[in-house]
């Protein structure tokens, strides 16, 4: 590189600002000086950055540095007499330019990407990119045929190997595009399978949230019972306490009667004793009627949590359902442009097969216009010969 520039570096730079300014001719120098690491991707990048901001033509800007390398292969061949030392140096030339070409390139469709357009579009365009590049390569290999035979001709050949590659990175690209196709199709159905396991557990959180609304109902009923059972043991807890207070009264006459009141007696103390039992038995009842009572309480709040629980569930349950049926959609979306990205990776491949044929026959012509130009040559020094014989005859 550094050899390149010491022989042509002002023929290049002198191009570069003749048509495209002083800013330009600094960043074709910086591709010829610096070293290829990641600041000089950075730098030959930027102009790739600025066209997609713009939206610049990728075609137009391939033109247009088509122009220079030709005016640039058109200065070398003039100022170097060596052929091969012009084989090399335009060889380096195409070399760089194609470099550059390919970041630009790689650049903007990294921004593409990022960009998350339609990918069947980004796919397309990037593919129109690739060939109106090796078009204009060979527009301009075509006018340096015209210039000087036998360096065209080498760059023609180059030109074949690069379209041989590009021919496979298409189908390459083809593949991945139906792989991607099958992937996302995979997708849809397990999104599908989740989106039923979803309504499956909504239709559960249903049946659960109306089971927990019977629960509700039911404790609030028992709830009502208990109440009722409670005041039956009040109405016996007073009968209780009226008849301990007449078996008292009783007792009371009884030991006034004397020995005729003896056996009332024992049946009032009977009554009495029977009395205290049954009230020592309400109160029994009644504790543990509170205790039910509590616990019904805490049931029906449990039941209302729950109920609440299972319905903020089925409300979760739907979000997802929503959100699953969201992005079937979109992956259907997807995979519709994938497929229609493959197909036309598919048809791009076969239009580089057929330039890549269209390639090798010009290769063909041109290695026939060299061998013309040889045999030219070959005469013409015959001619001269024969002029200085009859020069030197005449004199």
């Known amino acids: 590189m550094r050899r390149f520039w010491d022989a042509a570096g ?35 990048a930027e102009p790739g950055f600025a066209m997609y901001t ?26 170097f007499a060596d052929q091969a030392q012009r084989a090399d140096l335009v060889a380096t030339l195409n070399r760089v330019f194609s470099v550059v070409y390919d970041v630009l390139v790689a650049q903007i469709a990294l921004l593409e990407a990022n960009e998350a357009a339609d990918e069947r579009g980004q796919q397309s365009q990037a593919f129109e990119r ?25 760059a023609a050949r180059g030109m074949l190997g690069k379209t041989s590659e590009v021919a496979a990175a298409a189908e390459q690209s083809a593949t991945a595009m139906r792989e991607a196709a099958q992937t ?37 009923a028992l709830s009502s019972h208990v109440e009722a059972i409670e005041s039956i043991l009040g109405l016996i807890r007073d009968i209780a306490g009226q ?24 049946v009032a103390q009977e009554v009495k004793s029977l009395a205290s039992q049954t009230a020592r038995a309400t109160d029994d009842i009644t504790a543990k009627i509170s205790a039910i009572q ?48 493959a197909l036309a990776a598919d048809s791009m491949s076969s239009t580089i097969a057929a330039i890549r044929s269209d390639t090798e026959n010009v290769a063909k012509d041109i290695d ?22 009859f020069v030197s005859r005449v004199a």
């Open 10 to 44: 002002d023929i290049v730079e002198e191009a570069a600002r003749r048509q495209f300014g002083e800013e330009e001719a600094q960043r074709v120098r910086d591709y010829f000086t610096l070293a290829y690491d990641a600041d000089w991707i950075h730098l030959t």
């Open 54 to 79: 713009a939206g610049a033509s990728v075609p137009e800007f391939v033109a247009a540095r088509a122009r220079l390398a030709a005016e640039i292969i058109l200065a070398i061949e003039e100022r």
């Open 130 to 154: 690739k060939v109106t590049e090796l078009v204009g390569k060979g527009v301009s290999q075509s006018e340096a045929l015209i210039k000087r035979t036998s360096s065209t001709a080498a």
């Open 184 to 220: 996302a199709a995979g997708l849809i159905r397990a999104i599908e399978d989740a989106r039923s396991e979803v309504e499956v557990a909504a239709g559960v959180a249903t049946r659960a949230g109306d089971q927990a609304e019977q629960a509700v109902k039911v404790s609030q």
């Open 243 to 266: 008849t301990n207070l007449l078996a008292l009264n009783a007792t009371i006459e009884a030991a006034r009667a004397g020995d005729a009141g003896r056996g009332f007696a024992v």
């Open 294 to 341: 509590q616990a019904t309480r805490e049931t029906v709040e449990a039941n209302g949590s729950i109920k609440g629980t299972v319905e903020e569930v089925e409300t979760s349950a739907n979000r997802i359902r929503e959100a699953m049926e969201l992005q079937a959609q979109t992956v259907t979306m997807i995979t519709a442009a994938v497929d229609e990205t």
């Open 368 to 389: 026939n216009v060299e061998q013309g130009f040889g045999e030219f040559g070959a005469q013409m020094a015959d001619f001269r010969a024969a002029a200085r014989d």
